[in-house]
């Protein structure tokens, strides 16, 4: 297995946010391994080669692409796919739920990057049970929790919500490594998951989005200042 049983940072910033730079990134990722970081997930091929020639950490990868008449945005098409091969990640992450695709059908995605990529492990972005389930068959290396909680069906849920309830339906659900990632937002909510008996967790807004990180602050004292 390519990925640690351990930490793994999400450096992500999109164009509208104050930290979108690969260079930045690349620092944040820097950042993430003197803390104790044993992985990178990152978005976009430009921001991994950045991140790779600063820290000698396995990265999963993704890029993030809106298309029209769909609801997928990670890893979407056979184009993020090529992207991310030529970035040099360890892991392709893509949304592996049952919304409606751009392109071609999630099982044919797979066969894509098994034929293009096939020392590059596959990870699945999923949402409920049946689609973990579905992951596995399709054989996806790891199952991420990464999308419970933010796509239609799940909307208003939380990765946490009745002590990681969802996370242990997964975890009971499937044989592949699980990989909890979804507003594990403290070092507690950290501990937890791996009490649980996860492979491995990202953790990306609580460490890496300060604007985030200060709007939760400013959130608590807004009705005393």
């Known amino acids: 297995m390519h990925l640690p049983k351990n930490l793994i940072v999400s450096c992500q910033a999109l164009e509208d946010e104050p930290l979108h730079s690969s260079f930045i990134m690349s620092k944040m990722a820097l950042a993430a391994y003197q803390g104790g970081a044993k992985g990178i997930r990152a978005n976009s091929k430009e921001d991994i080669i950045e991140i790779k020639k600063e820290v000698k950490l396995p990265v999963i990868g993704i890029v993030k692409r809106n298309y029209p008449d769909s609801d997928v945005y990670i890893t979407a098409t056979s184009k993020e796919i090529d992207e991310l091969i030529e970035s040099g990640c360890e892991v392709i992450a893509m949304d592996a739920t049952l919304s409606a695709r751009a392109?071609?059908?999630?099982?044919?995605?797979?066969?894509?990057?098994?034929?293009?990529?096939?020392?590059?492990?596959?990870?699945?972005?999923?949402?409920?049970?049946?689609?973990?389930?579905?992951?596995?068959?399709?054989g996806f290396d790891y199952i991420g929790t990464t999308l419970h909680g933010y796509t239609n069906h799940t909307k208003g849920k939380k990765l946490y919500d009745n002590d990681f309830a969802f996370l242990k339906e997964v975890m009971k659900s499937v044989n592949k490594p699980v990989i909890a990632e979804g507003n594990v937002a403290t070092p507690e909510m950290l501990k937890r998951v791996f009490e649980l008996g996860v492979y491995s967790a990202v953790v990306g807004g609580a460490i890496t989005r300060p604007k985030d990180i200060t709007t939760r602050f400013v959130d608590e004292i807004k009705e005393l200042v």
Do not use: F, G, Q
């Open 103 to 138: 392109e071609m059908p999630l099982a044919e995605l797979v066969s894509y990057t098994r034929e293009k990529a096939p020392n590059v492990e596959l990870m699945a972005d999923i949402s409920t049970v049946e689609e973990a389930v579905n992951a596995e068959k399709l």
